[in-house]
């Protein structure tokens, strides 16, 4: 797990809910995340700002924010392929999202 912990702490990794929203977030070395959701109502152009946690659990990290995936956890696994690093469901299918450190 710590293996894990080690390497998931300081990502930031972008990408668009399943609704479209585009969103980002950021893993802290205490366990908690930052989300930065953009709003899709009023006023627009507004970035929804919200903390969380992440915990690493067999070779993954999982994330949960109230507004991301309905309060549900996350827990993609993150690959690297040398320098370049991708996020998978737990399956290994490819998710739409763009992870850096």
């Known amino acids: 797990k710590s293996d894990v912990k080690d390497f ?6 972008t990408g668009r809910r399943q609704d479209d929203v585009p969103f980002k977030f950021h893993l802290n070395p205490d366990m908690t995340a930052d989300l930065e959701l953009d709003r899709t109502s009023e006023p627009n152009g507004v ?6 946690s ?3 659990e067999n070779y993954r990290f999982c994330v949960r ?3 991301f995936k309905h ?3 996350a827990c993609p696994r993150i690959v690297k392929q040398g320098s370049k690093l991708y996020a998978t469901h737990p399956d290994g299918q ?3 999202w ?3 450190r």
């Open 47 to 52: 970035v929804y700002r919200e903390s969380g």
């Open 98 to 100: 763009t992870v850096t």
């Open 65 to 67: 924010f109230q507004h």
């Open 71 to 73: 309060g549900q956890e």
């Open 8 to 13: 998931a702490t300081g990502l930031t990794v």
């Open 54 to 56: 992440w915990r690493a």
């Open 94 to 96: 490819p998710l739409n």
